[in-house]
């Protein structure tokens, strides 16, 4: 049996996968202690099946999970206070940086609040030490000084301290010395080295990495022993797979020094899912969106690819470990709709998140989005979570009525500005990554995912002109559906090979055989049968004198000149020239182990659908275009491969609600995804090709 | 169609619109990821941009005002050489600031005409700050050229590519006359085949959605940046607003100020910019050409608008502005003027005069000077290889000026655009070992605002005996202003500790290395903004606790009277002293102790 489940900010997601089929199941969010979240989704599996927890925990082989607790701790800073060891005479290195945050923003806007460091300038330690960018030491560290710095931050209240020295990726030798020292001191901080985080050269990008990695480990690293021990008390006798950034797994074990790598790990994995149906389409060019209670995410996947980058910022924080290339808003069923000093209707990023919750949630007065939906009738009152929870009309109605007030709007209008608002600013986040790189959205399909996303990822692209909508049957479980069908895999990469022309073929075959025997270690931990694991080799490249590198495969039993011959013809291919004159440096060694999963079991069903009215269990009254209609309603668990419909329409299921609105025509596919066509499309060569596509 | 014309739509507008800055900023990744000059690949010394085939300005989100803005400068150039002499294919290369618009000779610039079915349609720039130009010293930085023959080979728009074929003897002749002619050929290769990169890019665009749409697009682009522009033009009120900077001295007539001088006229939604009150043209070499000028005060105004039309701008941006500077002025220089320093000595003021001005004119908006750079070029060989290396950063600058809301921040350089390196890339690189990379405190333009702080740089020379020129440095006397009662910022200082002697090295000079010299750069941070004695004294208190700012310094200067052990803000004294009669107070760097001194001033 394989679990998958993934922690948002207001929802916790299971996807669950027997010899039969594939169920989902949501509960809620419990952010003071995020695991009981996850085993009240458990039993609510359970249950499903007529299992306790225990009977049900223990039949779990394999229990993927993702969480977004390091991404909430690091953009609320919330994080521990972090004290940070670095070499002496280099403390400001954190502040410096490298000049301005993020140099897409435009030399012409200059008006911007300073960098605050996650770590007060005060609370950074220069030790000294001395290591050359050779490896070998200069002057040996002064522990004494290790100490008292450690002493120093612990009188400050300090709960985790990042070591950063210079050159530590050539010589590891003073960081873990410096570690053990504070681990001597202070047993109980949770202690960060930016070479086991990140073992490259630049230490500005690796130095912000520790420091992240220290600010939100503790608490990540405490969530996950606390999970772990639980679900083995629970009887659970399977292993534990935590989705990274990178949309790599690891074990619990192997987190807890890299926690940095967990930042945004469940939306990493929803790509995945959404590339598996798009390609069931022939649609290789996909703007995948997960809108949950919290938060909007949107990733560009073209050509079927899923970018990684290791050029990214987190907030105002650089992180350099790779990560799936993913835009995130503070917009999200929960989101809180407020009057700003312009007298204009926002939305976010402040959320209620689980609790108290919306207004119609019945804990608080707060007016969000989910009550704006269900004042316009979006929503079903009665059936939401299929009807665990029940929404409170009047009470969703009164918050947003008061948000009105303070403007001079009635509650119809006021619900509508907020829906509006919410849909333009996602727009505006998918713009950013799409428009804004050049591509036009129109030639896209969107996969919409994520609890929220069924009533506004219709809006989001009747919005921008996107003719196609598909709603996966996981839609409101993208991401945890990603982390059951994807790969397992994991990466490991040697560095320090520098300004070395001649590497002699020996001692790169000998350095993959280390790395590969590193890795079936672990695979062996995580379960996972060493026979079917497949290893990718792969170097980073450059002529030398460069700054940058290029990867190419390394092919089994190809000598050097080969090697050489594909580097010159890759660089070729993505530069437009290449330079076979000059000498080519190695930089570093990559292997890449994976293993497929089976492919989700799910029964395709072929052959005349039954009666839509079948599917129809009665209507709503919804506020489209400003006017009360009365909207035929679905149960989605009833709906047909060959169904098909026009909008306006709602399409409820047990955890989400789709929004068809009238400009599209739903139709329901053989793997019972929802597709959504724009009706008229807007005559562009963009659109009619786009609409020219195979759709089936 | 309307009028023969395609309409519009608003999401082709935007996806046109945004598709030419994305390939902008594509391009310039596109360098960065293939040259091998330190200043190039990590540093961001480059510039690109898209023109219309008669220089009309498309898009500019990338690189330092000079080294592209005046790009219609070098294509009405192109145009009036080359004629109907153009092909699909052909690349021109550049550095010549009489006959193009390179604002020195280091900057090299690589233009590709575009075609698009046989027809002249765009041109695409690359400019990038390449390792060596020839002339007297590596890095074209060279404080006394005799003219501008003597500092470096000076090459007009020419082809060196026809047809996508490499003119070779053209070639050959250019790098037998450049030092690292390797490293030259790798850096000149990024450039051209990044230009060839935006042309695939823009075809692509074209080809979707056909010429006469792009075309409407663009001229819809113009038409809107143009509204916004005057609109924000006609918001400042009418009047003639002044703003003057000066550089230490042009190199060749030593410790002598140059000084440029603006008024800018706002009349209506229109501006111009008038250097008439500005120095003469001088002898040594920080005279600037007028597309130089062209590019840095057009760039530095556009910086002064609402941070909101900062994505957008084009042509439209530039048609209410109009340049003034005389020919024969150190804003207009002529022929055979010495330019080689005045990107930093005189360009980096116009910025400055400039936003001085403006501040008076838009007073929500001001902004104090940032730092000056404290560059040099090294010239010397690494014993680990026994090669030459030329060695340049902006390691050692300073940090942001202040603006109107926001202290400045503590690390930016040259208004963000371009990059720190790292220690570690840099030990790798060149035969120096980093001693010291911190802030000094004080050492900062202080306001209600204060700037980023300043900056303590140090290293050893472990390569051989050299030069250094440190044409790119400035700020030993004349410093970056505040604004609106903020400070200037302090005298910034140079040194070299060599044994027990130390010796001081201003700007635009020549210095002798030795081995084991260890090179010190105190370097200021920038203006503030506002009365310091405004300032909130919970962030002085914080400035003290963090050592930003001195308990001296919060006294004096910000009139904040702390505790000495629990940093409490005393608020009673803290009130005397906002009450008393402000004295204004000079931090001073004691070329002794190399610490720093508070003096007041009468």
């Not at chain 1, 004494?144 to 931050?153: D, H, I, K, Q, Y």
């Not at chain 1, 996969?447 to 996303?453: D, E, I, N, S, Y």
């Not at chain 2, 890095?139 to 047809?163: T, V």
């Not at chain 2, 370097?523 to 962030?539: C, I, Q, T």
Request: net charge negative; glycine share 10%.
């Amino acid at each position: 049996l394989r679990v998958s489940v993934d922690i948002g900010g207001t929802f916790t997601d299971c996807v669950v996968e027997s010899e039969r089929a594939i169920e989902t199941y949501k509960a809620p969010t419990t952010p003071d202690d995020p695991s009981r979240g996850l085993l009240d989704v458990l039993d609510k599996a359970a249950g499903a099946s007529g299992e306790s927890l225990e009977q049900f925990v223990a039949r779990v082989d394999r229990l993927f999970h993702g969480t977004t607790l390091g991404t909430n701790l690091l953009l609320t800073r919330r994080g521990a206070k972090v004290a940070f060891l670095t070499t002496a005479h280099f403390r400001d290195v954190l502040e410096i940086r490298r000049g301005v945050r993020n140099l897409g923003e435009s030399v012409f806007n200059q008006v911007r609040p300073p960098y605050q460091p996650l770590v007060p300038r005060y609370l950074r330690f220069g030790i000294p030490e001395r290591t050359l960018y050779t490896g070998e030491v200069e002057l040996p560290l002064d522990e004494m000084s290790v100490e008292a710095a450690t002493r120093a931050a612990l009188a400050e209240g300090c709960e985790a301290i990042a070591i950063g020295f210079l050159h530590s990726y050539a010589n590891q030798e003073h960081e873990h010395r410096a570690k053990a020292v504070v681990e001597r001191v202070a047993p109980d901080l949770h202690v960060v080295c930016s070479s086991d985080v990140l073992p490259t050269c630049g230490e500005f990008e690796r130095f912000s990495t520790a420091v992240v990695s220290a600010y939100i480990g503790r608490a990540v690293s405490t969530y996950l022993r606390k999970l772990e021990q639980e679900l083995r008390a629970h009887g659970f006798g399977g292993t534990l797979l935590i989705m990274l950034s990178s949309a790599l797994m690891r074990t619990v074990d192997q987190c807890h020094a890299r926690a940095v790598e967990l930042l945004a790990s469940g939306p990493a994995a929803a790509p995945a899912a959404a590339l598996a149906v798009g390609k069931s389409f022939g649609h290789l060019d996909l703007i995948e969106i997960d809108m949950g209670g919290t938060s909007f995410d949107v990733c560009v996947i073209r050509n079927g690819s899923i970018l990684t980058t290791t050029g990214a910022w987190v907030g105002e924080e650089r992180v350099a470990t790779k990560m799936v290339d993913i835009h995130s808003l503070g917009a999200g069923g929960g989101s809180i709709a407020w009057i700003d000093s312009l007298g204009l209707v926002r939305v976010g990023p402040q959320s209620s998140g689980a609790d108290p919750g919306p207004a119609a949630y019945g804990k608080s007065e707060l007016p969000t989005v989910t009550d704006a939906d269900l004042v316009l009738g979006y929503l079903p009152a009665d059936f939401f979570l299929g009807g665990e929870i029940s929404l409170d009309v009047d009470r969703a109605a009164a918050a947003i009525e008061a948000l009105g007030a303070e403007i001079g709007l009635g509650l119809a209008d006021t619900a509508v500005a907020v829906f509006q608002t919410a849909t333009v600013s996602m727009a505006g986040a998918v713009t950013e990554v799409c428009t804004k790189q050049g591509h036009d959205v129109r030639s896209f399909a969107l996969v919409a995912g994520g609890g929220a996303g069924g009533i506004h990822g219709a809006a989001i692209a009747e919005h921008l002109g996107i003719p196609t909508v598909i709603f996966p049957t996981a839609q409101p479980v993208l991401s945890a559906m990603g982390m059951l069908i994807m790969e397992i895999g994991q990466e490991l990469t040697k560095v320090g090979v520098w300004s070395r022309t001649e590497v002699p073929a020996e001692e790169l075959e000998a350095t993959f055989q280390e790395m590969i025997a590193a890795e079936q270690e672990t695979f062996r931990l995580m379960g996972v049968e060493l026979a079917e694991v497949s290893f990718a080799r792969s170097i980073s490249a450059r002529y030398q004198g460069q700054f940058h590198d290029v990867a190419i495969d390394v092919l089994g039993g190809e000598d050097r000149v080969a090697l050489l011959g594909r580097f010159h013809d890759r660089y070729q291919e993505i530069y437009g020239y290449s330079l076979p004159w000059r000498a080519v440096e190695i930089l570093e060694c990559h292997v890449r182990g994976s293993v497929s999963q089976a492919p989700a079991a799910h029964v395709t069903q072929t052959g005349m659908p039954g009666a839509l009215e079948e599917a129809r269990v009665g209507e709503r009254r919804c506020c489209l275009r400003g006017t009360p209609v009365d909207v035929p309603v679905y149960r989605r668990e009833l709906l047909q491969p060959g169904h098909f419909f026009a909008g306006p329409t709602l399409i409820d299921s047990r955890t989400s609600t789709i929004l068809v609105p009238e400009a599209f025509d739903a139709s329901v596919d053989a793997d019972r995804n929802v597709i959504l066509r724009l009706r008229h499309a807007v005559a562009t060569k963009a659109c009619a090709r786009a609409a020219a596509e195979p759709s089936a | 169609m309307t009028n023969g014309r395609p309409e519009v739509d608003p999401i082709t507008l935007s996806t046109v619109w945004h598709g030419f800055q994305t390939i902008c900023r594509e391009m310039r990744h596109h360098v960065e990821r293939t040259a091998q000059s330190y200043l190039m690949a990590v540093l961001h010394d480059i510039s690109v941009g898209l023109w219309k085939a008669n220089g009309v300005t498309i898009a500019m989100p990338e690189g330092l005002f000079d080294q592209f803005l005046g790009a219609r400068f070098v294509i009405e150039d192109i145009h009036k050489r080359f004629g109907e002499d153009l092909y699909p294919g052909d690349v021109i290369v550049t550095n010549d600031p009489y006959h193009g618009d390179s604002p020195h000779l280091p900057d090299w610039g690589f233009i590709r005409p575009i075609f698009h079915r046989g027809e002249l349609t765009f041109f695409t720039l690359v400019r990038g700050h390449v390792m060596d130009t020839g002339g007297s010293f590596p890095g074209g930085y060279f404080p006394n050229a005799y003219d501008i023959h003597a500092e470096g080979l000076c090459i007009p728009p020419i082809k060196l590519y026809e047809r996508g074929v490499p003119c070779r003897d053209v070639a050959e002749l250019i790098f037998n006359n450049v030092r690292f002619r390797d490293e030259m050929r790798i850096d000149t290769q990024a450039m051209i085949s990044t230009t060839a990169f935006g042309e695939r890019r823009v075809l692509e665009i074209v080809d979707r959605y056909g010429p006469e749409l792009v075309d409407a697009c663009i001229e819809e682009m113009i038409k809107r940046t143009e509204r916004a522009m005057r609109a924000q033009i006609a918001a400042i009120p009418d009047g003639v607003y002044y703003g003057e900077a000066a550089t230490d001295d042009d190199g060749t007539v030593l410790d002598e100020p140059v000084w440029i001088r603006v008024e800018i006229v706002v009349s209506g939604d229109e501006m111009t910019i008038d250097f008439t009150k500005s120095d003469a043209q001088r002898p040594g070499f920080v005279n600037r050409v007028l597309a130089a000028t062209y590019g840095t005060a057009f760039g530095s105004v556009l910086m002064m608008m609402d941070a909101s039309l900062a994505d957008y701008h084009n042509e439209g941006s530039l048609r209410p502005l109009t340049i003034v500077a005389p020919e024969g002025s150190v804003t207009n220089a002529r022929y055979p003027a010495t330019v080689g320093g005045s990107p930093v000595a005189v360009g980096g003021q116009i910025t400055d005069a400039i936003v001085e001005a403006l501040s008076k004119a838009c007073p929500g908006r001001a902004q104090a000077a940032w730092a000056r750079h404290r560059g040099d070029y090294t010239f010397a060989n690494d014993p680990r290889t026994d090669e030459p290396y030329v060695r340049t950063t902006f390691d050692y600058d300073g940090s942001a000026g202040a603006v109107a809301g926001y202290d400045g921040a503590t690390g930016p350089v040259v208004h963000g655009v371009v990059l720190r390196g790292n220690v570690e890339e840099a030990e790798i690189r060149f035969p120096w070992k980093m001693l010291n990379l911190e802030i000094i405190p004080d050492l900062m333009g202080a306001g209600r605002w204060r700037a980023g702080a300043g900056i303590d740089w140090r290293a050893v020379n472990q390569g051989s005996e050299g030069r250094m020129a440190t044409g790119s440095s400035d700020g030993d006397e004349m410093v970056p202003k505040g604004v609106l009662g903020g400070y200037d910022s302090p005298k910034s200082r140079t040194f070299i500790q060599r044994g027990d002697e130390r010796i001081r090295v201003k700007p635009h000079r020549m210095q002798e290395l030795r081995p084991g010299d260890v090179l010190i750069k105190l370097s200021s941070g920038g203006g503030g903004v506002g009365d310091p004695r405004e300032r909130d004294p919970l962030a002085v208190q914080r400035d003290v606790r963090d050592g930003f700012v001195s308990l001296e310094a919060a006294e004096k200067i910000y009139a904040v009277a702390l505790d000495a052990e629990s940093l409490d803000v005393d608020d009673q004294r803290t009130a005397q002293l906002r009450s008393r009669q402000a004295t204004r107070v000079e931090v001073v760097i004691d070329g002794e102790t190399l610490t720093l001194g508070l003096r007041e001033l009468g």
